[in-house]
């Protein structure tokens, strides 16, 4: 019999569940919010999210959430903030410190009640915290929980980069330290997540081997396939008839859009017919656009924005070529995988890829498109040429992408992920 006033449990639950935390979740756009969104999709019913209603950034509603969530085939439950919102972070002075460490300390107690309370009545037998850094605090009260295992996505950028909450890096090394199980979503991800472990242990180096799964970053093949080009979005884009390179990604100085700019100014004085479709928004937007300007070439470049998600595949499809030539920059920051590679391919197009971070993971040279130095504007404009010219080398390239995207179907990535957290 089931606890009085508590509903019988569900074959999910008896058979233990996974609370997976994640700030970056739908309708949150980007590489780990699909991950953890598909993950819990195809997890078998026993993946419970929680998730926040307000952006992090700066603490406005998520636009969204409760159509997501009542389309949703999993259980969500949500607060209204998982962090301090990063706009609130104190520059100076020991009052506004204060004030932010009451607000984070009221956050982490309702975050703490809700994952308390999940595993009290949810049948919650892992914890897998999404973002290292603002929710790594959470694993030393967990440890008082023997029968829930510690668990963390890793996907790169939370190492390599500094942050509000750790901008000296220190507190990294305990959060991971404090995982039973870390899951890495490239070799990139795994070697840097080793080290980091290393330097916390340096004596856990064969622990850290085992506690290191890698789980690469799949593609969901009922979403993205290839199909054709939508008539209305190419007249409404005006590149009807023209050969497209085409990007989707946050737009970002590390994506390389920059320099595919560079290249293409020289592509395009060759092949005239050739357009640039640049979907998505980020912080690097504005100069991408006056540099297209400076370039001459800003009338045969198309910077959408923000496209609707049931719309991202037909976007994926206006393209002859994708193009991300992501690079490491200065400060450590890179590509941790490079999920929008694997969708490319999976919407029948070859990719041009940088050779930083993740990125040959998902992305091999001359299998499933071209990978080049995304620091070399040149190697970037041979590789979008060969692309240009070779419609053999174009054909070859998308059909071996087709195979690498069906390797990476997402309902085997779940299966691994659900084995990490209660295998």
């Known amino acids: 019999m089931p606890a009085r006033g508590r509903p019988a449990a569900a074959a999910g639950e008896r058979r233990g569940r996974v609370l997976l935390v994640a700030n970056n979740f739908p309708p949150v756009r980007g590489g780990s919010a699909v991950v953890y ?55 100076a002075g020991w009052s506004a410190r204060a004030r932010f460490r009451v607000t984070d300390l009221a956050i982490r107690a309702r975050v703490l009640a809700a994952v308390l309370a999940l595993i009290a009545w949810g049948g919650v037998r892992a914890v897998c915290i999404g973002e290292l850094v603002s929710a790594g605090w959470l694993f030393p009260v967990l440890r008082l929980f023997p029968f829930v295992r510690r668990v963390v996505y890793m996907h790169g950028e939370e190492i390599t980069t500094s942050d509000g909450y750790d901008d000296d890096f220190s507190r990294r090394g305990r959060y991971v330290a404090g995982a039973q199980r870390i899951v890495a979503v490239s070799r990139f991800t795994r070697a840097a997540t080793a080290r980091l472990l290393a330097r916390e242990d340096p004596a856990g180096g064969e ?13 969901d093949p009922q979403r993205f396939r290839p199909g054709p080009k939508r008539a209305d979005l190419l007249d409404y884009y005006g590149i009807a008839g023209a050969f497209v390179f085409v990007t989707v990604c946050r737009l970002l100085e590390k994506k390389g859009i920059d320099h595919a700019l560079r290249a293409f100014a020289t592509i395009v004085a060759e092949f005239p017919d050739c357009r640039f479709l640049v979907v998505g928004e980020g912080g690097f937007r504005d100069r991408l656009v006056v540099l297209a300007a400076t370039l001459g070439v800003a009338e045969r470049v198309v910077f959408t924005g923000l496209v609707a998600e049931e719309e991202l595949v037909d976007h994926y499809r206006l393209g002859d070529v ?46 499933n498109g071209l990978v080049v130095d995304g620091r070399d504007v040149g190697a970037i404009t041979v590789a979008m040429r060969r692309l240009r010219e070779d419609a053999g080398l174009r054909a070859r390239l998308a059909a071996q992408g087709l195979d690498v995207a069906a390797a990476a179907d997402w309902r085997g990535k779940a299966g691994a992920f659900l084995e990490v957290c209660l295998g």
Do not use: K
Request: aromatic content about 6%.
């Open 37 to 91: 969104d598909t993950i819990a999709r195809y997890g078998d019913g026993r993946v419970i999210v929680l998730a926040a209603t307000h952006s992090y950034a700066d603490g406005l509603p998520l636009i969204g959430w409760r159509e997501h969530d009542r389309q949703a085939a999993y259980p969500i439950r949500r607060l209204r903030l998982l962090r301090t919102v990063l706009e609130a972070a104190p520059t």
């Open 207 to 219: 622990d850290a081997g085992r506690r290191i799964v890698l789980i690469e970053n799949g593609v």
């Open 322 to 367: 994708f193009v991300m030539p992501n690079r490491e920059l200065a400060n450590g920051d890179t590509e941790g995988f490079g999920l929008v590679f694997l969708e490319a391919n999976a919407c029948g197009l070859p990719v041009v890829a940088g050779n930083a971070g993740g990125s040959p993971d998902a992305v091999s040279d001359g299998v």
